[in-house]
């Protein structure tokens, strides 16, 4: 099994240019997140798919940033235009749930990638 | 509004002694928690968790204790080793829900 596979592992653009981040998610799961990591915020929820379909979208920051699932095994997180603030580590995480709930026990219930280094001059 | 806080940025311990990492949350409607820990340039990776039916969970030298009425949870490692030195993540789910809530993470440290 790979895990969670993201793309670029490091991405510097300069403010005003536009971003996107790609995630490959463990084949059979059937939920993808994209998270944040700041110092301040620790990680933040973006937006989570369900079946390929978007369920809350509540944390994304602003209009400027926009994700898609086109099928199981990919998404996309774009920012367009990038500015500075933005500049961040972008986690995609996948897992496999049930009714709604995620199956978990003593399984890891979230399976990060290894995130993207977004630096945004 | 941070509902899973992490108050102590950093922690420092000598190896061979417990290491407390603590956890507060402010939403009643959380019922199960996790903490997930992350070494630098890869993602988090779970640890350990514990439901709201329990106050306790152990694995090997890890331990989550669950206060449900102070709104507060700690992970417990002992005896603390070199290879514990990471980003800890303390997480919460409400109940029936797929997202998780994390908090701001702590910096430990095991010095030799």
């Known amino acids: 099994d790979a895990g969670v596979i993201q793309s670029p592992r490091h991405e510097v653009t300069e403010m005003g240019q536009e971003v996107t981040l790609r995630c490959k998610p463990i084949?059979?799961?059937?939920?993808l997140f994209w998270y944040r990591q700041t110092m301040m915020r620790g990680l933040e929820l973006l937006i989570y798919?369900?079946?390929?379909?978007?369920?809350?979208d509540s944390g994304m920051p602003e209009d400027r940033f926009s994700a898609k699932m086109p099928n199981a095994s990919f998404s996309t997180l774009k920012i367009q235009p990038s500015e500075p603030r933005d500049s961040a580590v972008y986690f995609c995480?996948?897992?496999?749930?049930?009714?709604?709930?995620?199956?978990?026990?003593?399984?890891?219930?979230?399976?990060f990638g290894n995130g993207t280094r977004l630096t945004v001059t | 509004d941070q509902q899973v806080k992490q108050n102590s940025p950093s922690l420092s311990v000598q190896e061979g002694r417990i290491s407390i990492l603590n956890c507060d949350y402010t939403?009643?409607?959380?019922?199960?928690f996790l903490w997930y820990k992350k070494y630098p340039a890869e993602g988090p990776t779970f640890l350990i968790s514990?439901?709201?039916?329990?106050d306790k969970n152990e694995d090997g030298r890890f331990t989550v204790f669950l206060n449900k009425s102070a709104k507060h949870l700690s992970l417990h490692i002992v005896p603390s080793q070199p290879g514990d030195s990471a980003v800890y993540f303390c997480?919460?789910?409400?109940?029936?829900?797929?997202?998780?809530?994390f908090g701001q993470g702590t910096r430990l440290t095991i010095n030799p």
């Open positions: 995480a996948s897992s496999l749930t049930s009714a709604g709930v995620i199956i978990s026990s003593y399984n890891s219930p979230l399976h």
């Open positions: 084949s059979g799961h059937n939920s």
């Open positions: 798919f369900n079946n390929n379909v978007p369920i809350d």
């Open positions: 939403n009643s409607m959380f019922d199960y």
């Open positions: 514990i439901s709201s039916i329990k």
């Open positions: 997480a919460a789910s409400p109940q029936g829900a797929q997202k998780l809530v």
